[in-house]
Structures are given as C-alpha cells and as structure tokens.
Nanobody, 129 residues
Framework: QVQLVESGGGLVQAGGSLRLSCAASGLTFSSYALAWFRQAPGKEREFVTTVTRSWSWNGGRTYYADSVKGRFTISRDNAKNTVYLQMNSLKPEDTAVYYC??????????????????WGQGTQVTVSS
C-alpha cells in the first residue's frame, strides 16, 4: 500500500522560508515521478513542481510553475524515500495546502493532477504579510 506523508508546513512571514518533506512507503521510490501541488481556498489544485523518475531517460529532471521558479526547489533522496520542497522568499499568495503526489508513469503533461495516482494528505502553509 502506497503512502505519502507530508510534513513541514506552518506559519511564516513574507520573505521567509520553509522546507516541506514527503515521506513515501510501499513503492519503488526511484521509479516514481514526484510532484508538489497546492490548493488555496476557493481555487483549483495547481501544479508547483515535479522531479522525474530517476530511471527515466530524463532522470531526475525538474520542472517548475512560473510562479515559483527561482524561489522553490524540489529534490529527492532515493535512499530515504523522501522528496523535499525548499521554499524561499515566500509570498502571501503562496498560502495554500501543499500536496505531495507520485506516479510510476512517464508524463507528457506533468502539470495535470489527474496524471498522479497517489497523493498525500496535505500540509498547510500560511504566509503572513
């Protein structure tokens, strides 16, 4: 049974930093694409970033939403079955529930949440102005 458990959310002032973690179990971690999405109240779930499967032709490549590019960094530690999201220079508009997602398939549209089979329960990030 695949499980994804996020942690690291909280309240931070604008300009501050947070690091989210997502610990995975029940899967061959390195063969899964991993992603972070977020959902603010009243809005649809939106793509934040992804890192491809370590074994794919573009293994370990990262992609970011324009809104977070240069501020957020995704990384994966296959030895620890954990994916991280380092968030710097946080803005109030980054406030949302952040979800970790995983899928064993290569993706043509990595930003589409429908393409991810497994999801964590989410962790709240609140950025005050």
């Amino acid at each position: 049974q695949v499980q994804l458990v996020e942690s690291g959310g909280g309240l931070v002032q604008a300009g501050g930093s947070l690091r989210l973690s997502c610990a995975a179990s029940g899967l061959t971690f390195s063969s899964y694409a991993l992603a972070w999405f977020r959902q603010a109240p009243g809005k649809e779930r939106e793509f934040v970033t992804t890192v491809t499967r370590s074994w794919s032709w573009n293994g370990g490549r990262t992609y970011y939403a324009d809104s977070v590019k240069g501020r957020f960094t995704i990384s994966r530690d296959n030895a620890k079955n954990t994916v991280y999201l380092q968030m710097n220079s946080l803005k109030p508009e980054d406030t949302a529930v952040y979800y970790c997602a995983a899928d064993p398939k290569s993706k043509s549209d990595y930003a589409d949440p429908i393409g991810y089979e497994y999801w964590g329960q989410g962790t709240q990030v609140t950025v005050s102005s």
